[in-house]
């Protein structure tokens, strides 16, 4: 997993911290989910060079968030935490992040949309680890029936395969857009060339032409019977409604790559692939998704924490991560290894990720986006019209944000 070279870098970095003082009480680490449950398979490098130990602590994504709020509040907080991009305008206006080293190069080699997620306020608060986007799976069986090698990239023309399809098996549907799914409708929002907040990010702007735009795109969908209206809880196992045809094409991230490799005796991978996401005329970016490392304010060492980061954010090691867990590195350079280089589904991950966008950066965002959502499926359920829903939406959202409107007012607000 790593080479001589690499584990020469880490002793030259760690000649103080291993010369004299190795292994004092050594420093913690929080990683979440497969990752946490597989850190350990990770550490054994660095450990051996340095010297110093990594206790890592194994945390699941669900609770994650409000472990990481009482430890702040418990001053409990690990040395380093792996954490949601989405959280670290919260964490960094409570003052629970450290900053990052003077003149560090741990920004350097990062994909755009995966460097911008860490940015609070105009500054990097944690350093990207892991990059995710959404994309297409679909069924290539049920794609080339209706004469198409992939699902077409601009929505015109996306449509016209969609219509075919459903000629062909009307009781079936072409794709799969949970209503408790945000991430398709923000998708198809983050291709458009305004902003989604307003006024110094205080204000809601989903009645602007673009987001309208994207909302008419999202319900067309339902509307000409697509995509079914349900919810997570109603599909049940999307998995095996994609073996048996109830759709052709399911939007999903990297965790469906390897779900579905482990399902490859029921569904063989020559039976699917990927796309990049439509956009209006070609090819559209996506919502910038993944994971960063952080030191936390607390930390013990500093400087060895961030030891610590420097070796988990090497290519070397975000390659190792991905052979491990499907977890997706967010350097560029990590793409060109063989694994990643070869294979053809990762590399249109890689494309869409290039392509990915920044959500805004304020510690509301993930309420925002709950409430978005929520007023989304009322109009896919007749309640709104398209011009309505985004009324609707802006008023909420100017809600959610009314303190941030105050704080600015006066002052204390970036």
């Not at 579905?260 to 559209?284: E, K, Q, Y």
């Amino acid at each position: 997993m790593i080479s001589r070279r690499d584990a020469l870098g880490i002793g030259a970095g760690a000649a103080v911290a291993a010369c004299g003082q190795r292994d004092e009480g050594g420093i913690t680490w929080w990683a979440l989910g497969a990752v946490g449950e597989n850190a350990p398979l990770l550490l054994p490098p660095f450990q051996r060079v340095t010297g110093i130990r990594v206790d890592s602590q194994a945390v699941p994504w669900t609770g994650a968030h409000e472990k990481l709020l009482s430890g702040f509040a418990g001053d409990s907080l690990p040395d380093v935490m792996m954490l949601n991009s989405d959280w670290l305008p919260e964490l960094a206006l409570v003052g629970a992040l450290a900053a990052l080293p003077t003149g560090t190069a741990l920004l350097a080699d990062r994909f755009a949309g995966a460097r911008a997620l860490v940015d609070v306020d105009g500054r990097a608060v944690a350093v990207p680890w892991t990059a995710d986007s959404w994309v297409q799976f679909y069924r290539r069986d049920l794609i080339a029936e209706v004469g198409y090698p992939a699902p077409p990239l601009d929505w015109p023309e996306w449509r016209r395969m969609a219509h075919s399809i459903k000629r062909r098996h009307p009781g079936r549907y072409v794709t799969l857009h949970l209503l408790d799914w945000p991430e398709p409708l923000f998708n198809f929002a983050a291709q458009q060339s305004v902003p989604m907040l307003r006024d110094v990010q205080t204000r809601g702007n989903f009645s602007s032409p673009g987001f309208r735009a994207a909302l008419a795109f999202y319900r067309s969908i339902f509307d000409d019977g697509f995509a079914p209206i349900v919810t997570g809880a109603e599909v049940g196992d999307t998995y095996l409604s994609l073996r048996r045809g109830w759709f052709a094409i399911m939007p999903s991230n990297a965790v469906t790559i390897g779900d579905l490799r482990l399902r490859a005796n029921f569904l063989p991978p020559d039976n699917w692939s990927v796309a990049r996401t439509p956009g209006p005329s070609g090819p559209g970016a996506a919502m910038a998704r993944g994971t960063c490392l952080a030191v936390s304010h607390i930390a013990r060492d500093p400087a060895r924490a961030w030891q610590l980061v420097e070796y988990l954010c090497r290519a070397t090691t975000q390659c190792g991560l991905y052979r491990i867990t499907g977890d997706l590195p967010t350097r560029p350079s990590a793409w060109t290894v063989p694994g990643l280089r070869d294979d053809g589904v990762s590399q249109t991950f890689a494309r869409q990720i290039a392509h990915s966008v920044p959500a805004p950066a304020v510690p509301e965002w993930e309420r925002i986006v709950t409430e978005v959502q929520l007023v989304a499926e009322h109009m896919v359920r007749g309640d709104y019209s398209v011009e309505a829903a985004t009324i609707e939406m802006d008023k909420r959202v100017d809600r959610i944000l009314e303190k941030r409107r105050w704080l600015l007012d006066r002052g204390k607000a970036a």
